[in-house]
């Protein structure tokens, strides 16, 4: 990975924190890393816990970072879920979903969409 993707995907991160937290979402956690993979965010809306996928674009589209999260990753990202709940069974009875927040860098700014429950598994 070079240091200009490492650094706008953990600026994008950032951001993204930053807007959920705006949007009245309470992080509960950050950057989460199993042998499975990494989850970028998880927060809680209301009381629905929220798996947070960020992709982070610094020419494209926001189309393309969300045609980025296809079928494979959606399914890491269940099991990724998955995992975390069985390690944190005091929130096992909460409503979950999976939020995608995609962000483009325009020179200085960015540009933030979030996809509420943006995919959803066969629970």
Same mark, same amino acid.
């Not at 979030?114 to 629970?123: E, K, L, Q, T």
């Given at each position: *990975?070079?240091?200009?993707? +490492?650094?706008?995907?953990?600026?994008?991160?950032? &951001? $993204?924190?930053?807007?959920? /937290?705006?949007?009245? %979402?309470?992080?509960? #956690?950050?950057? &989460?890393?199993?042998?499975?993979?990494? *989850? #970028?965010?998880? $927060? *809680?809306?209301?009381?629905?816990?929220? %798996?947070?996928?960020?992709?982070?674009?610094?020419?494209?589209?926001?189309?393309? $970072? @969300?045609?980025?999260?296809?079928?494979? /990753?959606?399914?890491?990202?269940?099991h990724l879920a998955q995992v975390y709940?069985? +390690?944190? !069974?005091e929130l096992a009875d909460c409503p979950c979903r999976f939020d995608a927040i995609?962000?483009? +860098?325009?020179?200085?700014? =960015?540009?933030?969409?979030?996809? @509420? #429950? @943006?995919?959803? !598994?066969? =629970?």
């Amino acid at each position: *990975m070079t240091e200009w993707r +490492k650094w706008l995907g953990d600026r994008g991160e950032q &951001v $993204a924190e930053s807007y959920v /937290k705006r949007e009245g %979402f309470r992080i509960v #956690d950050r950057n &989460v890393r199993t042998r499975f993979g990494e *989850m #970028d965010l998880i $927060a *809680m809306d209301g009381d629905t816990l929220v %798996f947070c996928e960020v992709r982070s674009r610094g020419g494209g589209s926001l189309d393309e $970072a @969300a045609e980025s999260i296809g079928v494979r /990753k959606q399914q890491r990202l269940i099991h990724l879920a998955q995992v975390y709940l069985q +390690k944190h !069974p005091e929130l096992a009875d909460c409503p979950c979903r999976f939020d995608a927040i995609l962000l483009q +860098k325009k020179g200085k700014t =960015w540009l933030v969409e979030r996809i @509420a #429950d @943006a995919f959803r !598994p066969g =629970w």
